[in-house]
């Protein structure tokens, strides 16, 4: 079982609905990211989180996107007009260190924009 | 920027046979390597990591990887594969300062 857990597992909503994808950490981890994955495609990086605050983004990770930590634990994806091109896997990870850390995954969450 | 190449998209053996999955990235510097390996239906696992040190790392599942730095490659291995190896594998590097880059991915398909 993966120590990062990811809640729903599968989300399904309309187009141009909003929805919060949320992810608890691992609790002594420092950094946090969101990943993605389209079905059959590469895993692309959306986001890193550190110290209350993103610390890099991708290009994919535009206006629509937002993410926040409300709590000591969670850790939270906003989409909030959800496109067709957003079905994908979402993975939130976290990592001890910044360096020599490996990513610890969660089971992810299915987005299916319909 | 960085990038991650993995030669095959598709490989298919037979139990017991050997694998080898190529990786290769195109920014050097001080590099972490990762390979990861993704059950159907499942989160990605770390299966090995390389920080320094000796350029062989042995990995969990039999699974082993080499550092070539010459050839900016990490190359996956194991001697024997089983079944139950039938997954996806993705290589990951990580240069000092960013994050984590992903290949494409290499499906591996084991026949009994």
């Known amino acids: 079982e993966p120590e990062v857990t990811q809640t729903p597992s599968h989300q399904v909503t309309q187009m141009g609905q909003e929805v919060i994808l949320r992810c608890v950490p691992i609790s002594n981890h420092l950094y946090f990211y969101w990943y993605r994955q389209i079905l059959g495609q590469k895993v692309e990086f959306l986001v890193s989180?550190?110290?209350?605050?993103?610390?890099?983004k991708s290009e994919i990770f535009d206006d629509q996107f937002s993410v926040e930590r409300p709590d000591g634990s969670n850790f939270t994806l906003k989409i909030r007009s959800t496109k067709l091109e957003d079905s994908a896997m979402y993975f939130c990870?976290?990592?001890?260190?910044?360096?020599?850390?490996?990513?610890?995954f969660g089971n992810g969450t299915r987005l299916t924009v319909t | 920027a960085q990038s991650v190449s993995q030669h095959n998209h598709h490989v298919i053996l037979s139990e017991a046979a050997s694998l080898e999955l190529g990786c290769n990235y195109s920014?050097?510097?001080?590099?972490?390597l990762f390979w990861y390996v993704q059950y159907p239906g499942q989160h990605l696992q770390l299966l090995l990591k390389y920080f320094s040190g000796d350029p062989l790392v042995k990995g969990i599942k039999g699974f082993e990887a080499e550092f070539i730095k010459s050839k900016f490659s990490f190359n996956l291995r194991k001697p024997s594969v089983q079944w139950s190896d039938t997954a996806e594998y993705f290589c990951a590097v990580n240069n000092y300062g960013q994050n984590f880059v992903f290949g494409p991915g290499t499906r591996l398909s084991v026949l009994p």
């Open positions: 920014y050097g510097g001080t590099v972490n």
């Open positions: 990870a976290s990592s001890a260190y910044r360096e020599k850390s490996p990513l610890h």
């Open positions: 989180f550190y110290n209350n605050e993103i610390s890099e």
